[in-house]
């Protein structure tokens, strides 16, 4: 076998590892927080606050390691650390505890972050990544659903098991991956020796600079504000809003880490099927139809979680909740074949699609306290409620967008 295919069959094990282990992990933590460690919903959210803001500052720091040094050690100094986190929270079952897990993992990923992608281009040369890139695509979704299943079977005898066993085998894949990958094709880079924190700022300036021109890419800035600022709220209150104010239904008895993961699980199954009639859908069609499908996914996207919030069926929430799941999984691709298609010059790509990430990350920071503020004195439904509000500028944003191509004003409406 070439070094070449060697790299690659690596990479897919890597995919497949990593979505796996982390299914394990993710399947469980939400339920674990809630009843094992007693987080309320205003400590959910400052949990997320850690992760998104550790990941934010150490997103270009941590770089240095992978291009200066080495991808292959940068992606098994992320794992390591990663275990770290997923360990220390299993292990521990103090907010504290989990705060600093939080963090760990925030810079865990921050040296997996790109890295990964950047190894795998090198040793491969550039030829034919959009076909891998797809297969370890697939390869993850697959291991995702087996790692939810083996996620669930082990939190049925501790909620804490799932996350401690992935915690090790994260160990294990960090020496796989630091004893076993190849590097035979990295060249060090001397560019990212200059000040990193003032490289992260000026590439967000840059890009702020690049899209003042466009009032579509100054859209785009703001439908990245939003998303991310709901996001948050939605993901840290979904599981207590289930535990909280519904009893799953008791002709089968079977514990609620159960209920949610088999719940993740058809979501999931749901969001493929969905996703991949979307791609094939999308092959030849136009801006303007891309804008009003998404126009239509938010507008739908903001009543089922409002729907989801305050509804008191619980198979009326369940539907709710899985409309919104597969929303959002079809919203991200026609997003992103959207983005691409606004950016005229190849040249500023990258810091466009750099700072769109960034103001995204920085919705995420500021989405947490905003939640949290709301549910202090209340309880995650109204969190929810305000997730779905927060998320109203963004159909408006489309909406300008819309009308703009239909050769009308958007004061006219």
Same mark, same amino acid.
């Given at each position: 076998?070439?070094?070449?295919?060697?790299?690659?069959?690596?990479?897919?094990?890597?995919?497949?590892?990593?979505?796996?282990?982390?299914?394990?992990?993710?399947?469980?933590?939400?339920? #674990?927080?809630?009843?094992? *460690?007693?987080?309320?919903?205003?400590?959910?959210?400052?949990?997320?606050?850690?992760?998104?803001?550790?990941?934010?500052?150490? @997103?270009? /720091?941590?770089?240095?390691?992978?291009?200066?040094?080495?991808?292959?050690?940068?992606?098994?100094?992320?794992?390591?650390?990663?275990?770290?986190?997923?360990?220390?929270?299993?292990?521990?079952?103090?907010?504290?505890?989990?705060?600093?897990?939080?963090?760990? +993992?925030?810079?865990? #990923?921050?040296?997996?972050?790109? =890295?990964?992608?950047?190894?795998?281009?090198?040793?491969?040369?550039?030829?034919?990544?959009?076909?891998?890139?797809?297969?370890?695509?697939?390869?993850?979704?697959?291991?995702?659903?087996?790692?939810?299943?083996?996620?669930?079977?082990?939190?049925?005898?501790?909620?804490?098991?799932?996350?401690?066993?992935?915690?090790?085998?994260?160990?294990?894949?960090?020496?796989? *991956?630091?004893?076993?990958?190849?590097?035979?094709?990295?060249?060090?880079?001397?560019?990212?020796?200059?000040?990193?924190?003032? =490289?992260?700022?000026?590439?967000?300036?840059?890009?702020?600079?690049?899209?003042?021109?466009?009032? *579509?890419?100054?859209?785009?800035?703001?439908?990245?504000?939003?998303?991310?600022? #709901?996001? @948050?709220?939605?993901?840290?209150?979904?599981?207590?809003?289930?535990?909280?104010?519904?009893?799953?239904?008791?002709?089968?008895?079977? /514990?609620?880490?159960?209920?949610?993961?088999?719940?993740?699980?058809?979501?999931?199954?749901?969001?493929?099927?969905?996703?991949? +009639?979307?791609?094939?859908?999308?092959?030849?069609?136009?801006?303007?139809?891309?804008?009003?499908?998404?126009?239509?996914?938010?507008?739908?996207?903001?009543?089922?979680?409002?729907?989801? =919030?305050?509804?008191?069926?619980? +198979?009326?929430?369940?539907?709710?909740?899985?409309?919104?799941?597969?929303?959002?999984?079809?919203?991200?691709?026609?997003?992103? =074949? +959207?983005?691409? @298609?606004?950016?005229?010059?190849?040249?500023?790509?990258?810091?466009?699609?750099?700072?769109?990430?960034?103001?995204?990350?920085?919705?995420?920071?500021?989405?947490?306290?905003? *939640?949290?503020?709301?549910?202090?004195?209340?309880?995650?439904?109204?969190?929810?409620?305000?997730?779905?509000?927060?998320?109203?500028?963004?159909?408006?944003?489309?909406?300008?967008?819309w009308r703009e191509r239909k050769g009308k004003s958007f004061m006219k409406?």
């Amino acid at each position: 076998m070439d070094r070449r295919m060697f790299a690659y069959h690596m990479y897919l094990v890597y995919m497949g590892a990593t979505a796996f282990l982390f299914a394990v992990y993710s399947t469980a933590a939400s339920v #674990y927080r809630i009843q094992e *460690v007693g987080l309320d919903a205003v400590q959910l959210l400052w949990i997320g606050f850690a992760l998104e803001v550790s990941c934010f500052l150490f @997103e270009i /720091p941590t770089g240095v390691v992978a291009d200066l040094y080495s991808r292959k050690r940068s992606m098994a100094i992320g794992l390591l650390l990663t275990g770290c986190g997923f360990l220390l929270e299993g292990s521990v079952p103090l907010f504290g505890a989990v705060l600093g897990a939080q963090v760990l +993992w925030g810079v865990g #990923y921050t040296f997996l972050s790109g =890295a990964d992608q950047a190894w795998i281009a090198d040793e491969r040369g550039g030829d034919g990544m959009e076909g891998l890139y797809l297969r370890g695509a697939q390869v993850a979704q697959f291991l995702t659903l087996a790692g939810m299943a083996a996620g669930t079977g082990l939190a049925s005898y501790d909620l804490s098991f799932p996350l401690q066993v992935s915690g090790v085998m994260y160990f294990a894949l960090a020496l796989f *991956v630091w004893l076993g990958f190849p590097e035979n094709r990295f060249t060090p880079s001397d560019s990212r020796e200059e000040n990193t924190w003032r =490289a992260m700022w000026g590439t967000f300036f840059l890009g702020v600079k690049a899209v003042r021109a466009s009032t *579509v890419l100054v859209v785009i800035l703001g439908i990245s504000l939003f998303s991310g600022l #709901y996001s @948050e709220g939605f993901d840290r209150l979904y599981t207590l809003h289930l535990l909280e104010n519904f009893r799953f239904p008791g002709f089968i008895d079977i /514990p609620d880490v159960v209920w949610i993961g088999g719940i993740n699980a058809v979501a999931m199954v749901l969001n493929i099927i969905a996703v991949e +009639w979307i791609q094939r859908r999308f092959q030849k069609t136009g801006r303007l139809e891309k804008v009003a499908v998404l126009l239509v996914i938010n507008s739908l996207m903001t009543g089922s979680i409002f729907a989801f =919030a305050v509804t008191g069926e619980f +198979w009326m929430a369940l539907a709710a909740y899985w409309i919104t799941y597969i929303l959002r999984g079809t919203n991200q691709p026609i997003y992103n =074949a +959207w983005i691409h @298609e606004q950016i005229r010059e190849s040249h500023l790509r990258a810091t466009i699609l750099s700072t769109q990430g960034q103001i995204h990350a920085l919705g995420e920071i500021l989405g947490g306290p905003l *939640v949290g503020a709301i549910v202090w004195r209340s309880s995650a439904v109204f969190g929810l409620i305000a997730s779905s509000i927060i998320l109203a500028p963004v159909v408006l944003l489309y909406l300008m967008v819309w009308r703009e191509r239909k050769g009308k004003s958007f004061m006219k409406m």
